[in-house]
């Protein structure tokens, strides 16, 4: 902890804004050339999830998958022991059935989960999910601005639309599936950044209580030692909830890998923003109130 | 020694409560289909002819109806609930034959009246004379005949074609089947021109209610076309829960160990609040009578890792005042009281987030969601209040009284 007050987090923070915005140029160059890779939960379409008690090629696979009637090809990944088979059609109950047979007589003791969703139910899914999340960000403006002020309420809400995105677009970048718990990782982590974020400018508001800060100087030492005196908290606080969505991702169910996956890239991108942009960019904001202080001198 | 009792005392019957209660507990969660296997329809409900009129209660009605066809079929606690104006989700577990209950769940279940065709063996009957349509809707009573035998009456639509009928078949059987099942095949005795027919047989009141019930059901015309489908074997099923139990079971020892190597005694009274957090949550989840899913076991799981939040946010706080050379019951009093405002705003934000989710989300989101709210609520109770009332009590009764004892070094300590 003694390497406290050498830390200068206000001037570090412009390198990592630069990252911030190469890394948001970034993700929305892949997504406006490549999008996010959907899952039946948004698409509409049959994903086939099978968990076998011995390990089949797809080559074993394929006659028994392609013997229904469907005018796609599947796509096929083999995992240990598991396989996952994506329809870009809806399938009835028939060939549910059909596959069902097909795979058990090359493993009796297979096990299945079987999803379909329709084009209008996965449309339904994916506007809610977007309504959701600006109303989160509403309310969040909404009680930073009661509980703070405007300009807390306003760097908190970049930071967390920040965490969000990252995660989006690493998904983008990495072709990673988004299905509907990605939906839920991305919300909670929404929830879950700004509480670093709020613990920090809790600092930065009692630190404001004691004594004047005139110049922007003042303002500078204030976020550095506020953000200096969190520090700790904030990598604690970051690394148990690691640890938690961590082990969901290695050892956790299979139907929870996304979420899991989601979760920890966007708790890595929560604790950074908390620490190098939010405060930083209260900073920002805040200085620009400052100016007329500093042009009259008859005030100091 | 007052206060070191009531702590010592706390301690041991919460312990003991957890320790006996929790096997029992465990045993009653209800568990989700995704987790013990079974599968999940969401219904789209439209009439069945053109034009029809899709009502609240004929909703409800089918809702109704498909939860008594599961109910038939022997499958275990069917869930049927309508939603919106125009579905209906299903939820069975433990399903043997998959196949064969989403059929007979879609189907609608046709009554009709037949009559035996030319070439039918004796006591078969394959010429539909009347279907479903033809008789008024809710239109199946029971009643007594004569002789106070329990019998059913049915109203028809149109009483011409009924006496058409009955005149042509006189002396012979009209049978009733509901879909491919003759549930009886009366001799028409007489050319019924009244418009309504009565069914006889070897009722008792109560199969002569549920014969009119399920004529009622099937007469109503709704259609249903599955629009989401999930179906879980269940031995996926139990896969899945077996994994995500072990990785929630080796991510909070950890957390624990953490907690207790970072903040020594504290770090033990905030594992002990957070054991105690996820013993009411179960106890939550059972007294409420709530699903326990994939993904609300995820909540679980990090709503454990978020609790440690407030306590680590009160346990560096107040080894932030310790330093500062405060007693340490001023710097436990002051810790408690600054941390108090930031864990509450912290938290406040993320139930606004959860209850955003609860209100936009169907399924597995809703679900998410509430049980991120209750474990906050649940947090705020237990690693807020119970543990600085714990800490405060053992600060009080002079067992914590060495900077040591928080993880701070003497020599951090700056002098007053």
Not at chain 1, 263 to 276: D, E, R, T
Not at chain 2, 133 to 138: A, H, L, T
Not at chain 2, 145 to 163: H, Q, T, V, W, Y
Not at chain 2, 309 to 330: M, Q, Y
């Amino acid at each position: 902890m003694r390497f406290k007050k050498e830390l200068d987090f206000v001037h570090l923070s412009k390198y990592f804004y630069i990252f911030s915005i190469a890394l948001t140029v970034a993700g929305l160059i892949f997504l406006a050339v490549l999008g996010l890779n959907y899952s039946v939960d948004f698409k509409a379409g049959s994903n086939v999830d099978i968990a076998l008690s011995k390990n089949l090629t797809a080559d074993q696979i394929r006659p028994a998958i392609e013997a229904i009637d469907i005018s796609h090809e599947p796509s096929i990944s083999i995992g240990d022991k598991r396989v996952n088979i994506r329809y870009e059609q809806e399938l009835t109950e028939d060939q549910d059935e059909a596959i069902k047979a097909g795979i058990l007589k090359l493993d009796d003791k297979a096990s299945f989960e079987i999803n379909t969703v329709d084009t209008e139910m996965a449309k339904e899914l994916a506007r809610n999910a977007i309504y959701a999340v600006l109303i989160s960000c509403l309310g969040i403006i909404l009680y930073v601005s009661i509980r703070f002020e405007w300009r807390f309420a306003l760097a908190a809400i970049v930071a967390l639309v920040h965490d969000a995105f990252m995660v989006v677009a690493v998904f983008s970048i990495f072709r990673l599936e988004v299905d509907l718990t990605f939906i839920i990782a991305v919300l909670t982590i929404i929830g879950y950044s700004i509480n670093d974020t709020i613990v920090i400018f809790d600092r930065i508001r009692e630190n404001l209580r004691f004594g004047k800060q005139k110049t922007y100087e003042d303002l500078k030492i204030l976020v550095n030692k506020s953000v200096a005196q969190t520090l700790m908290r904030s990598l604690y606080t970051a690394f148990t909830v690691f640890i938690a969505a961590f082990f969901l991702l290695i050892l956790g169910g299979e139907s929870i890998k996304m979420f899991s996956l989601a979760m920890v890239i966007g708790l890595l991108f929560g604790a950074y923003s908390s620490i190098f942009i939010a405060s930083p960019l209260w900073l920002l904001l805040k200085k620009r109130q400052k100016q007329p202080v500093k042009s009259s001198p008859a005030k100091g | 020694m007052k206060r070191l009792m009531s702590f010592i005392i706390t301690v041991a019957v919460l312990t003991g409560v957890m320790v006996f209660s929790t096997p029992g507990l465990l045993d009653k969660v209800h568990l989700g289909l995704d987790l013990k296997g079974g599968f999940e329809i969401l219904y789209h409900a439209e009439p069945m002819e053109q034009g029809g009129e899709l009502t609240r209660a004929s909703l409800i009605k089918t809702a109704e109806s498909l939860e008594k066809r599961a109910n038939a079929l022997g499958t275990s606690e069917p869930e049927v609930t309508t939603e919106g104006t125009n579905r209906i989700r299903l939820k069975i577990a433990g399903v043997t034959d998959e196949v064969e209950v989403r059929k007979k769940m879609k189907e609608p279940a046709v009554l009709t009246f037949r009559s035996a065709a030319e070439g039918d063996a004796a006591e078969t009957y394959s010429k539909i004379e009347l279907v479903g349509s033809d008789f008024v809707e809710n239109g199946a009573e029971i009643g007594r005949d004569n002789l106070g035998r329990p019998e059913i009456s049915i109203k028809m639509k149109d009483k011409d074609k009924f006496a058409e009928i009955t005149k042509r078949l006189l002396g012979k059987e009209l049978a009733i089947y509901l879909d491919e099942n003759q549930l009886s095949a009366p001799q028409v005795n007489s050319e019924i021109t009244a418009g309504s027919a009565s069914i006889t047989g070897n009722y008792t009141v109560e199969s002569a209610r549920e014969l009119a019930d399920t004529i009622n059901l099937g007469a109503l015309p709704l259609k249903l076309t599955e629009k989401y489908s999930q179906s879980v074997g269940a031995t996926l099923g139990k896969q899945s829960l077996d994994q995500t139990l072990m990785a929630g079971l080796i991510g909070s020892l950890i957390i624990l160990i953490f907690m207790i190597g970072m903040y020594r005694l504290p770090g033990l009274l905030a594992s002990f609040a957070l054991i105690l957090h996820t013993w009411l949550l179960i106890l939550v989840f059972v007294v409420a009578d709530f699903t326990l899913t994939l993904p609300g076991i995820a909540a679980f799981i990090l709503g454990i890792g978020m609790a440690v939040d407030a306590n680590i946010i009160t346990n560096e706080r107040i080894r932030e005042e310790v330093r500062s050379g405060k007693s340490i019951l001023s710097s436990v009093k002051a810790g408690n009281k600054s941390s108090f405002r930031t864990v509450m705003d912290s938290n406040i934000t993320t139930i606004i987030v959860a209850a955003v989710m609860f209100g936009f989300g169907t399924g597995a989101v809703k679900g998410f969601a509430l049980v991120l709210i209750v474990e906050i609520v649940l947090s705020i109770a237990t690693n807020l209040y119970f543990s600085h009332w714990l800490l405060t009590l053992l600060v009080k009764a002079g067992k914590l009284n060495k900077p040591k004892s928080f993880g701070v070094k003497e020599s951090d300590i700056r002098a007053l």
